[in-house]
């Protein structure tokens, strides 16, 4: 059974950074891209970053671009999330997914909130 | 803004059927076959239902199908059940420099 816990998240100040990881398990995690998607309370989903299986290829969505980078380690089949100079528009459950092609997620985490102070 | 535009509400009655747009650009739906469909139920977690525009992951009721005309995919729930009320998400791969985007999401009430 796939699994992908997500941790990391909490309370920050804006301008502040945290780390988020996604511990996965259930499946070959170096044969499978991933990606991290948010959701800001009450709204629709946002997609963020997602990198090849062997962490080769990684793209952002341009309202992360320079702050955000989606980094894995393979060895420990954890994905991450380094978030840099927070924003309040930042604040939302982050949520990683497991992908089949790099534009398909096909199972999903249950998030962790990051809420970012104003 | 969402990059993709859904209606922010549907509803329908059991037994019928419903259809639910996607609408985007040449850059993003009517550029490439890469349209998914996510289905999320209050306070659970998105599941995918519809990728690659028409194909449904194993498990998933064929009740559920996809299409796509120009720039804009359709969803449509045949059939209508109580356990399909949720909000639809509709997503596209957008090219290597935006990648890919959402739509705002879509509220299915089942009456």
């Known amino acids: 059974e796939v699994q992908l816990v997500e941790s990391g998240g909490g309370l920050v100040q804006r301008g502040g950074s945290l780390r988020l990881s996604c511990a996965a398990s259930?499946?070959?995690?170096?044969?499978?891209?991933m990606s991290w998607v948010r959701q800001a309370p009450g709204k629709g989903l946002e997609w963020v970053s997602v990198?090849?299986?062997?962490?080769?290829?990684?793209y952002h969505a341009d309202s992360v671009k320079g702050r955000f980078t989606i980094s894995r380690d393979n060895s420990k089949n954890t994905l991450f999330l380094q978030m840099n100079s927070l924003r309040a528009e930042d604040t939302a459950v982050y949520y990683c997914?497991?992908?089949?092609?790099?534009?398909?997620?096909?199972?999903w985490g249950r998030g962790t909130l990051v809420t970012v102070s104003s | 803004q969402s990059a993709l535009t859904q209606p922010a509400s549907v509803s329908g009655s059991p037994g019928q059927s419903i259809t639910i747009s996607c609408t985007g650009t040449?850059?993003?739906?009517?550029?490439?076959?890469?349209v998914s469909w996510y289905q999320q139920h209050p306070g659970k977690v998105p599941q995918l239902i519809i990728y690659?525009?028409?194909k449904r992951p194993s498990g998933v009721s064929s009740r559920f199908s996809g299409s796509k005309s120009g720039n804009t995919a359709s969803l449509t729930i045949s059939g209508l059940q109580a356990e399909d009320e949720a909000d639809y998400h509709c997503?596209?791969?957008?090219?290597?420099?935006?990648?890919?985007?959402f739509g705002g999401g879509t509220k299915l009430t089942v009456l």
């Open positions: 997914a497991q992908c089949d092609t790099m534009m398909v997620m096909i199972n």
């Open positions: 259930g499946f070959t995690f170096s044969n499978h891209a």
């Open positions: 990198i090849s299986g062997r962490g080769g290829s990684m």
């Open positions: 040449s850059s993003d739906v009517g550029g490439y076959n890469y």
């Open positions: 690659d525009v028409t």
């Open positions: 997503c596209s791969y957008a090219g290597t420099s935006t990648f890919m985007v």
